[in-house]
């Protein structure tokens, strides 16, 4: 976790630690997707994808220190074939703390 990216956000009954900054998270970003700019771009266009959702909220999750399985429990339980409007708008925060930081969004 990084203190310039990370964020605290209420979301799915508790408070979790969300961070796109962290250095293995960033490495994944790069090589595997989704690319930061690319995925702000579709944000901003509104020509986001289920998959660009998920896997925003999930690699801000694992950069806050979650364990992976919790992850995985918590997007089949709060992200996977449910409504995307919520989980846009907890993914666009989560991508807003990496290009202005945690304190900036």
Avoid at 13 to 42: C, E, K, N
Avoid at 95 to 101: C, H, I, K, N
Wanted: proline letters at 7%.
């Amino acid at each position: 976790m990084t203190d310039t990216t990370s964020r605290e956000i209420t979301w799915a009954g508790g408070t979790h630690i969300f961070d796109l900054g962290h250095p293995w998270v960033r490495r994944v970003m790069s090589y595997r997707g989704p690319a930061p700019a690319g995925a702000l771009g579709r944000f901003e266009a509104g020509s986001y994808s289920p998959v660009d959702v998920e896997r925003l909220i999930e690699l801000g999750l694992i950069g806050g220190g979650m364990p992976e399985s919790d992850v995985d429990a918590l997007l089949d339980k709060h992200v996977r074939g449910k409504p995307l409007a919520p989980n846009v708008m907890l993914a666009s925060a989560v991508l807003s703390a990496l290009f202005v930081g945690a304190d900036n969004g």
